[in-house]
């Protein structure tokens, strides 16, 4: 077990070869006689649980994502139009921020772009889109920590019916009539402040066209209540509580403990109105001492969604979160699940050990980012 006799150069090139590599480093630890071999992974090789892609936004941001149709959607609403954020909804470094309904990251990471000081809990149920998000927030190393579960009334698993090329849509109350009407009328809305010839020639083919974007997949996924996660990490403050879950905004909601209400500042929910959600939401947000104002923009109109923004109008101090030191773990445990998940890590064990030449030396497989901060000489 001698790290001398190990040839250190050969190992670095032999492992390069391997197509989940990018980068690689290859450090003898002599403190604790083992060899730390320091992985930068090829994301967009990676073998997770659906194809990779990734696009440039206009915004210079590199993000995977499930749906051709969606980044270009996704952009323009979340990007450019700010459409989480109104007059009396703000960010301030500092904040702690959860993103109810991640989808792949795009409200998260457009928190990562406006702020240098802030804690996201991203929470996602499908596990597709579970992974996307996770690569997105590997690849720009943001201050997110993804939780794969649903947030809702009740703690424990539900069906999520999953829309492979309508993500966005995905639900874990399904009535394929209702999306499908919803997304015939949300491209009608875009066309029509565009290009009114595009809406004939479009319901030409509507009927092909939304069938597509709506076969399916079921899964089983696990369900927390946003109170269990606030117990959880004995968070003292919400700065913003951002909700967009395709029909489950009210059972969100019903999962808040009433002690909990008073640390949330601000809620931002998109509301699909099809049973009077809106009324009870705002019924709650207003019994708990919080403003409430309600907007429909373009793209909703004729639809049964809109927006509920609301602020705490009771004291709120920003207080030294208690969580500071368990929130800076959260880091280290992401990391080492995303690795987990969405790298072979039990065939880099074997590479190396079969490049070893049956050395038993320990070794020790650190997934990072990037080499960026890498002592090369030590």
Not at 58 to 80: A, C, H, Q
Not at 91 to 120: P, R, W
Not at 183 to 210: C, R, S
Not at 253 to 273: A, T
Request: hydrophobic share 35%.
């Amino acid at each position: 077990m001698d790290i001398e006799n190990i040839d250190l150069r050969s190992l670095e090139m032999a492992l390069n070869l391997h197509p989940a590599i990018d980068q690689l480093i290859v450090k003898p630890n002599n403190e604790k006689l083992e060899l730390d071999i320091i992985i930068v992974p090829n994301l967009k090789l990676m073998s997770g649980s659906f194809p990779v892609r990734s696009q440039v936004l206009p915004n210079g941001l590199e993000i995977f994502y499930l749906s051709e149709k969606e980044p270009k959607y996704f952009y323009e609403d979340i990007f450019k139009n700010e459409c989480y954020l109104s007059s009396s909804i703000d960010l301030c470094e500092g904040d702690i921020i959860f993103d109810v309904g991640a989808n792949v990251g795009y409200f998260s990471l457009f928190v990562h772009q406006q702020l240098k000081d802030y804690t996201m809990f991203a929470f996602e149920p499908a596990p597709q889109t579970y992974d996307a998000l996770c690569l997105n927030i590997f690849k720009h190393e943001a201050n997110i920590y993804p939780m794969e579960c649903g947030i809702h009334e009740k703690n424990g698993n539900g069906e999520f019916t999953f829309y492979p090329y309508s993500s966005g849509y995905s639900t874990f109350h399904a009535n394929s009539k209702e999306e499908k009407e919803l997304l015939i009328q949300m491209i009608k809305n875009e066309y029509e402040t565009k290009d009114g010839d595009k809406v004939n020639e479009f319901f030409n083919h509507a009927e092909d066209y939304v069938n597509l974007r709506f076969k399916e997949k079921k899964y089983t996924c696990k369900l927390r209540t946003l109170s269990s996660i606030i117990d959880e990490y004995e968070l003292d403050r919400i700065d913003l509580l951002k909700v967009d879950v395709e029909k489950s905004e009210v059972p969100v909601f019903k999962g808040i403990k009433d002690e909990h209400w008073s640390i949330i500042k601000q809620v931002v929910v998109e509301i699909h109105d099809f049973d009077n959600e809106a009324s009870l939401i705002k019924e709650m947000l207003s019994k708990h001492k919080f403003q409430v104002t309600e907007e429909k923009g373009n793209r909703y109109e004729n639809t049964v969604m809109n927006t509920i923004y609301a602020v705490n109008t009771s004291p709120f101090s920003k207080l030294k979160h208690k969580s500071k030191k368990q929130l800076n773990l959260l880091k280290k445990h992401f990391f080492q699940n995303v690795s987990n998940r969405l790298i072979p890590k039990q065939d880099l064990y074997n590479s190396v050990r079969i490049q070893m030449s049956g050395n038993q030396l320990p070794i020790n497989i650190i997934i990072l980012p990037s080499l960026r901060d890498i002592n090369f000489d030590g």
